[in-house]
């Protein structure tokens, strides 16, 4: 009897010894590499993609909107600048520089207007994407600017607008595509 039992503890002993050696040779021979992602791709629903805009930011690429913007209520909407500006070619200068042909021109266009320091420094030209994000928010965009406005937080408003100011010029540029 405590023969039997000698020879089962035993034998349970060499099974366990086994079972760890072969689990220390399998774990050196497998060396298994963590997956970078998960391939599963399970859609939680809450993760945020790095380059969220806030609600009110989000602003599609104006180029996108441009291609439907309504140039008719681009025109209403720029009544708010003719407090400061012309749209007329020739038209003389208010407060604010005449604007006739200002898209894809310099920033800063007019030769005989007088900018802030901000505006004659800032260089580049009067893009789409510019103008968008100076109309957006102008004293965001050139620190320093003397256009008092508070800048037109709407998206398709701001792509209306800009879509009439580059109907003013003798050869309009082509909307981005
Ligand atoms: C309260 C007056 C005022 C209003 C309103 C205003 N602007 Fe201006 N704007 C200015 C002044 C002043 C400048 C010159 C800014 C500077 O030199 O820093 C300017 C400059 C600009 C420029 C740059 C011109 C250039 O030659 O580089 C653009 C474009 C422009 N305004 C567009 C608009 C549009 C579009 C609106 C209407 C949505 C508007 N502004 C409303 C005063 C105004």
Not at 69 to 82: D, F, H, M, T, Y
Not at 133 to 162: C, H
Request: hydrophobic residues 40%.
């Amino acid at each position: 009897m405590n023969l039997e039992f000698n020879k089962i503890f035993a034998s349970v002993l060499v099974a366990l010894l086994c079972m760890q050696i072969f689990h220390l040779i399998s774990e050196n021979l497998i060396s298994p590499t963590p997956l970078k992602q998960n391939i599963l791709g399970i859609e939680t629903g809450n993760e945020i993609p790095a380059n969220a805009a806030t609600p009110q930011e989000t602003s599609e690429p104006i180029g996108k909107i441009l291609s439907t913007a309504s140039v008719a209520n681009g025109e209403k909407i720029a009544k708010k600048c003719l407090q400061c500006h012309t749209f007329d070619k020739g038209a003389p200068h208010r407060t604010g520089p005449n604007l006739w042909g200002v898209v894809m021109n310099a920033v800063a266009h007019a030769s005989d207007y007088i900018y802030s320091q901000a505006m004659k420094s800032h260089g580049g030209k009067w893009t789409y994407e510019a103008l968008d994000a100076y109309l957006q928010k102008p004293r965001e965009y050139i620190k320093g600017t003397k256009m008092s406005f508070v800048g037109l937080s709407n998206a398709q408003e701001r792509a209306d607008l800009i879509a009439y100011l580059s109907t003013l010029a003798d050869s309009p540029a082509p909307l981005p595509q």
